[in-house]
Each structure stands twice: as structure tokens, then as C-alpha cells.
């Protein structure tokens, strides 16, 4: 498949548009469920929610369900899969993260999604596609994730590895706890918020990667190193593990838990100021 912009899990909307009609892969909207039944890109499925997230769970959905998701999507696990939305490529990233952690690497964001699609007046749709039924089968990467438990302990014995918080300023500071049981950040983490890495409207675009990693450069994060992503719900935080991913970093890790979880435990530590 195609490579875009010197990177492998991105593709432009100009190829989406060329191979939309005789599509080898199945495409997923990743946007909320309102949005997509009011239009979508022709061909498209629709995600039930955007964060995969179990139910009743800080955490992403169990093997079970992602498999009955994915089979209903008509994805097995030779399909080429293909992701956008309208939000700055954020929920796409997320589902991106939870096909790499169920063990699905053929697999692409569109860049500027829903955003660019609209604003070079491309085709759209309210009709939904009925894929013939996949036999996807989920297998975890625990390599893919950072548990709360090795996080804890390897901020308390001095062995955490970068630690990037994706947040915004306010919940960086404290002075937005988001409904949390206690405000700060991880110790020794490093800010940079998601949304600092995209082009502003209309088109919603990764920027050119070399001022990716520039900019994480100048951040304090070293892009190529071992890093443990996080934000509020650990969707943010696979944005950031996905922006690792187009430079080239295979060891980054999403803490998926992020501060909806360390928040509410006692013993996890806060630091601020």
C-alpha cells in the first residue's frame, strides 16, 4: 500500500479518493456515531464509540468484543484497514493503538480525515455499508501497554522511562482536574499537548514530520527513545504513541489507565509546580 509523507501508517486523502471505488481495504469513520450517520465517506463503517473503551471500564475493550467489533466491520486478520475522523485525527489514532495492541499492524490513518476530505469537496454519504462478516481474531500485545503497577514502580525506583504527557496546559498545571480525585501530572514527565503537532483548519494535517520531532525535541522527549505515553483516558496518550510510531519508534508504550486511573490511587504519586 501506498506510503505517504515518508511514513507507512499514513495515507493521503488524494490516494483514499484514487482507490475508494475498488477498495482493497475496509475503511473505518472513527468519528462519534451522530456525526456518521449524518454523513460519511462513502464506503465507510461506523465505530460504537470512538475510545473502544470496555464498558464500565477505564480501559480498552476486551479481545471479545473488539473481535465481534471487528468481524461485524468485515475485517480479518489479512484485511487492510484504513481510519479517519473528524477531530484532528485523534479518535483515529486511538483506534489505531487498539488495533496494534490486539495484534493488527496492517493498518493506516487518513491524514486530515474527515477535514480535508471536506474541504476538497469530496463525496459524501448518509448510507451505511453491509460488509460481509470478518473472522478477526484479537491476540493482546502486552508490549503495546503500560500498566499502572510497572508505571508506579518505576517512577518510585528512578527506572521510568520517558513519560509524556499529552494533556492540555490547565490539566498540566492543575488548574483543570477534569473531575479527578486529585490534580498533577506523573513525576518526571515531560508536556506536550497532542494538538500542538497538527496544522489548524480546514484540513486538520499531521505537520511535516521533521517539526514533529523538533518540536518533541525541543519538548525534552527524545523521539526515538522508550516512552510511556499518557493523558486523561488514554486516548490522547495513543495519539501520542501513534506520533512515536510515524518516526519510527518502536518501543513506545500507551498507559492507557492515564490520570482517570492514577488519580484514584492513593498510592500512585502527583507531583505540581
Not at 2 to 8: C, H, L, P, Q, V
Not at 12 to 39: C, K, M, Q
Not at 82 to 96: C, G, K, P, Q
Not at 103 to 132: I, K, M, Y
Request: with cysteine; net charge negative; aromatic share 10%.
Amino acid at each position: 500500500m501506498t506510503t505517504y509523507e515518508g511514513s507507512d501508517i499514513l495515507v493521503s486523502t488524494e490516494w483514499l479518493a484514487e482507490n475508494l471505488e475498488n477498495p482493497n481495504f475496509v475503511l473505518i469513520d472513527a468519528g462519534e456515531a451522530d456525526a456518521y450517520r449524518r454523513a460519511h465517506i462513502p464506503g465507510a463503517v461506523g465505530v460504537p464509540h470512538p475510545y473502544l473503551k470496555g464498558r464500565g471500564s477505564k480501559l480498552v475493550m476486551e479481545a471479545a468484543e473488539f473481535e465481534k467489533a471487528c468481524q461485524r466491520w468485515g475485517i480479518s486478520n489479512d484485511t487492510s484497514v484504513i481510519i479517519y475522523d473528524d477531530n484532528a485525527s485523534l479518535h483515529a489514532a486511538r483506534v489505531w493503538w487498539v488495533f496494534q495492541y490486539y495484534g493488527h499492524t496492517d493498518v493506516r490513518v487518513v491524514d486530515g480525515g474527515f477535514n480535508a476530505w471536506l474541504d476538497e469537496n469530496r463525496p459524501l454519504t448518509s448510507r451505511n455499508p453491509r460488509p460481509e462478516p470478518g473472522t478477526f481474531s484479537a491476540t493482546a500485545q502486552p508490549e503495546q501497554v503500560c500498566l499502572i503497577s510497572e508505571l508506579k514502580n518505576r517512577v518510585s525506583d528512578g527506572s521510568a522511562p520517558a513519560i509524556w504527557d499529552t494533556r492540555s496546559d490547565a490539566e498540566w498545571d492543575g488548574s483543570e482536574d477534569r473531575g479527578n480525585d486529585r490534580t498533577g501530572r506523573v513525576p518526571g514527565a515531560v508536556h506536550l499537548e497532542w494538538i500542538r503537532l497538527m496544522q489548524g483548519p480546514p484540513s486538520r494535517r499531521f505537520r511535516p514530520l521533521e517539526e514533529i520531532r523538533s518540536t518533541l525535541v525541543e519538548a525534552g522527549l527524545n523521539p526515538d527513545g522508550e516512552t510511556v505515553t499518557y493523558c486523561q483516558s488514554g486516548i490522547r496518550g495513543a495519539f501520542g504513541h501513534f506520533i512515536l510510531a510515524l518516526l519510527g519508534n518502536a518501543s513506545a508504550r500507551n498507559y492507557d489507565g492515564s490520570m482517570s486511573e492514577w488519580t484514584s490511587d492513593s498510592s500512585a504519586p502527583l507531583t505540581l509546580g
